[in-house]
């Protein structure tokens, strides 16, 4: 038996507006001055990404966002969120319908604080039907940390050839030292985040081309990566064949199904092979596939990192969740598995690209490590309740 799209969507609403409640956070489209940040951070977005184009006038900006909000499931949905979400999931659940995986039943998507950087899949009754729930400050965080990673990269312009970006460490190093503006934006926007709770309350700025394009796809793939490991698992059955679980978003415990360290193997592995899929239809650099997974296993890790320094005033995992597995291992599975299936020529390549994004994570978060265990000793504390 199925459950309606009016049902799931009343399911997501309550929990929406629950956790807005109980954090005591107004949405910003709910909140006048949150309301003309955003418009704010979206002018500046457009003014980055299209230089040439007219800027938009407030209300034109009120238009397009009062536009997207009719599209929404629910009044705590972001309205901006939800139409990146929307495009994103309808390109994923057609690469998996070309791969013969199809879902049979409704399926919603939406986003809050959740607190849980992995996001969730989770059927709220026994009827088949699922929600998709994603932690909303991870797109922005996605955004920003993808323009400190192409801004990190030494490019190059070659004419009708176009632009070719350099994975080379030492490179990589002498250009992050010849620019320490960039470790203190990284510092800023983990402190924005974790904090603060958003990470558009970081200070803006421009990246110029070819950076600015570059950051863009970045940026795209790691939200495909994220929302691409959530579809996987509706599509592979893993929360047809659970036993109902519990689990913390936000303050309180929700009815979830519980997934295994083998089924979030499996999601992983599902959502390169989605992204695979895409850059393939899409005639795009499949070196490229695995960039996304990479953005994300290194941003869960710093971001873990830095929520334990800001809770105890050191990083040192003491426990384990249950269900996912701690992120190096996930991450170091799911890598193993693509060098010995990638071709001989292809595998060096990769490697190289893969390393070079490690090495970026590690040279910014031993900067940022002690500036963290300053700011707890000053007395500053995650604003959610973190889920590491």
Known sequence: M???????????????????????????????????????????????????????????LDEYIESEFEKCPSPYQDPILYS????????????????????????????????????????????????????????????????????????????????????????????????????????????????????HKAEQYFIESPQREFASFFCEQMEMFILGHEIAHVVLGHLDKNEMNSTKIGKNKTNTQHIDWAQEADADLYSIEFIINILEKEQSNSLYFFFGADLFFNCIEVIENAVRILKSGNDEMISINSNHPPTIIRWGILKQCFIETVSDDFVDSFKELSDSVRFIFQLLWENSRPRLIELYNKGERPLYDWKV
């Open 84 to 199: 990146t979400i929307i495009k994103y999931s309808q390109k994923l659940i057609s690469s998996a319908e070309r791969m013969d995986l199809k879902i049979n039943h409704p399926i919603i998507f939406g986003t809050i604080p959740t607190g849980i950087i992995n996001g969730v899949a989770y059927r709220p009754t026994e009827k088949k039907g699922s929600i998709i729930l994603l932690e909303e400050g991870v797109w922005g965080f996605a955004n920003l940390t993808s323009k400190i990673i192409a801004k990190v990269y030494p490019m190059e312009i070659n004419g009708e050839e176009g632009v070719t970006f350099f994975p080379n460490l030492h490179l990589v190093e002498k250009n992050l030292n010849e620019n320490p503006i960039i470790y203190d934006r990284f510092l800023d926007l983990i402190y924005s985040y974790i904090v603060l709770g958003n990470p």
């Open 2 to 60: 199925e459950i309606s799209h009016d049902e799931l969507y009343l399911f997501l609403a309550l929990k929406q507006k629950e956790v807005y409640e109980d954090y005591g956070i107004t949405p910003w489209w709910m909140n006048k001055d949150l309301y003309e940040l955003k418009k704010d951070v979206f002018k500046y977005t457009i003014k980055e990404m299209y230089p040439d184009s007219q800027i938009p006038s407030q209300e034109e």
